[in-house]
């Protein structure tokens, strides 16, 4: 098909959530993945109103059995021969099950072409700040989906409760790595939005200080309590800092190759942040494997991993996340800026109606406020600015 | 917001269906106008693995209960305040209730605000061909929509329906405009897909000789056997005619004010381009409107009507027309064509393997085939090639 698209033809199903208004889930990511020339197909595992961080939403929930209804209405029509699969927020122990199902179907078909499917796995265990979202009995569902998985993008708190191991500096996180590289054979893995020390330590995930951009529907609102607010008021003023994301693509021995960059914290927590890495590097991904310059065509290769010769800052892997980084900082940076005027405004006319607007109004205007409205920034995210700010550097520790 | 996209700020709330795989309803309006810089929140009426046309499909539809939660999720956060909202195939009389009071509870919220709220409707009374595809009892809560319309894309039969007047030639089809603008009070109509003869005779649309671009996800497969098949093999090889499209902006007697443009018909039939149309001719109005060199700001006149002494070839709503047909004929063209190629190398496999594909297995391909993918056309659809093509003309019958 004619096409100036940034990716080859690509078939993408995205398994998510679904919210009417803003940007998180699959929204998000059928959004971001669109506008990089994807063609995606969603099956939505929530339809709600809104993210959670609103604190109140309606909506509801898709069933495992409707899940696998929808996946069996494209099987009979020969309409599986998925190039990618995202998986990110599944409601229940039986819907994940239903997606292990739905990804094996697709991930056997393809069994024959090496590289011709690759599974990312978004935000797997559903957990953050010291604290699983998700019942229980849904954890050893997760873990069976990794195995599966091509990459996983795990928060802090999740690559703890996979590893088992805790991470407190860049030797401990490296361990992690290492573990689910060899014990989940995950060929990728990316850590985003770690806090780093000057001196390289990492603040520990339990006590909430910091918000890690926890993926806004990991609550479940619709049947248990929400949990604690990642986004009070008090942090629009904090200060910059920096946000640091490691990948690693493992060796054939599944030793991990790891690179980190660093980018500067912007003063506002965003929603649906996690989904938005997930989605741009996806197809930056598969930009970079396909213009790779290494000898062996990695689109033909098993999880288009890299051979062993490849330095930890010349994967592919790390090229997406430069690209990925430098679209989502000036897209972060201008809703942020936006954000600030609406909320002035919001304000100025409380403060002369009286000062009377109540904190739950506020709040909502500000969860409004600090929606990432992707379609506004197409060409930021096709035209990442300023991508040498974002340079991979590799990571040496010893483990 | 600091943006590059073609409209200012736009939200628009979409009440349509939802398939997984494909581009009809939701799918297809959300994709179209997010490209074109719209903040879109989908409200999706069915959760359907692909389109009807497939003649098979699995899935859910969304209740009437349904639909009105996840308004009320929006309306207690504040998140009403769309500016246009865009309705297509709703699956009950129920649902269409729902709709009704969605659309009216976010006018009246609009109401001290002229032109602030604008409402589309596609499909009105979801029939094609002589046929209803919705149950009797939908049609008066279809009518009852239209009198809160800005904007209604009925095709042929049903502005035949609609205005009790059968449609054979320019000055029955006038009349029957007339009738939608006075008695429905609709400003706003657009009639696609009519195939005029030279003589400017309009073939009943009775008797199904050629399909009139029915909205894909009109048959209700779950619950009634679907219509007759649209898409027959058979219309791959079609010869090339001329499609005309009517549109007009009443004056504010509620006279028709009438322009055409003919657009080169293509060897093929695609699913979704009602919906295309529709969601490509929000923005490109908005964008006309704003730009309109009208003394009057149209922006704040209400359903942006301009005043009387403006010309039929020179409405906004023509100019919108002439943008939406330039991007479609582009974008449908490399479609047939890469569609024309899937299906020659489909034939030529089967023709190896000895012929043994069944009808059904080449009906399935020819549809996937067909798939508009409209991520991958995005150019096409901001910048319209061969504008001066597709110049609106003036009208001129007596009614």
């Not at 020390?197 to 995930?205: F, V």
């Not at 990991?218 to 003023?237: V, Y």
């Not at 213009?291 to 990695?298: D, G």
């Amino acid at each position: 098909m004619a096409s100036d698209a940034l990716v080859p033809e690509t078939r993408v199903l995205a398994i998510a959530s679904h919210v009417v208004h803003g940007y998180v889930g699959n929204k998000m990511a059928t959004c971001v993945m669109q506008a990089m020339g994807c063609d995606v197909s969603a099956i939505n595992t929530v339809h709600y109103s809104n993210h959670t961080a609103y604190k109140q939403v309606k909506g509801t929930k898709t069933t495992a059995a409707e899940l696998e209804q929808l996946y069996e209405g494209l099987r009979q029509s020969n309409l599986t021969n998925f190039d990618v699969l995202l998986t990110g927020y599944v409601p229940s122990a039986d819907a994940v099950r239903a997606v292990g199902k739905i990804g094996r179907d697709i991930k056997f078909n393809a069994g024959t072409k090496p590289g011709s499917f690759f599974w990312a796995v978004l935000d797997p265990v559903m957990g953050d700040n010291g604290k699983l979202y998700i019942p229980e009995d849904e954890v050893p569902e997760y873990k069976r989906l990794l195995r599966e998985a091509d990459l996983i993008l795990p928060n802090q708190f999740e690559a703890e409760t996979l590893s088992e191991i805790p991470i407190h500096d860049l030797a401990s996180l490296a361990r992690a790595i290492h573990v689910l590289h060899s014990t989940y054979r995950v060929p990728h893995v990316i850590i985003t939005s770690l806090r780093l020390t000057r001196d390289n330590q990492i603040p520990s995930s339990r006590p909430v200080t910091q918000p890690h951009t926890p993926s806004a529907e990991a609550a479940d609102p619709l049947s248990s309590p929400p949990p604690p607010p990642p986004h009070s008021p008090a942090h629009e003023h904090d200060q910059v800092e920096t946000l640091t994301i490691i990948g690693s693509t493992a060796t054939s021995d599944f030793k991990p190759r790891l690179f980190r960059i660093d980018t500067p914290a912007l003063p506002l927590f965003f929603s649906g942040t996690g989904d938005m890495f997930a989605a741009l590097t996806v197809p930056r991904l598969i930009e970079a494997v396909s213009t790779s310059p290494s000898e062996q065509n990695l689109r033909n290769t098993p999880s288009w991993r890299s051979p062993d010769d490849v330095a930890a800052e010349d994967l592919p892997l790390a090229a997406a996340c430069q690209k990925v980084l430098a679209s989502m900082q000036a897209v972060l940076g201008k809703t942020a800026e936006s954000c600030r005027a609406k909320m002035d405004a919001f304000d100025d006319a409380a403060a002369r109606a009286g000062g009377g607007e109540s904190e739950t109004k506020r709040h909502l205007a500000l969860m409004n406020a600090s929606e990432v409205v992707v379609p506004r920034h197409v060409r930021d995210l096709l035209e990442p600015p300023h991508l040498e700010r974002f340079r991979p550097r590799a990571v040496t520790v010893a483990i």
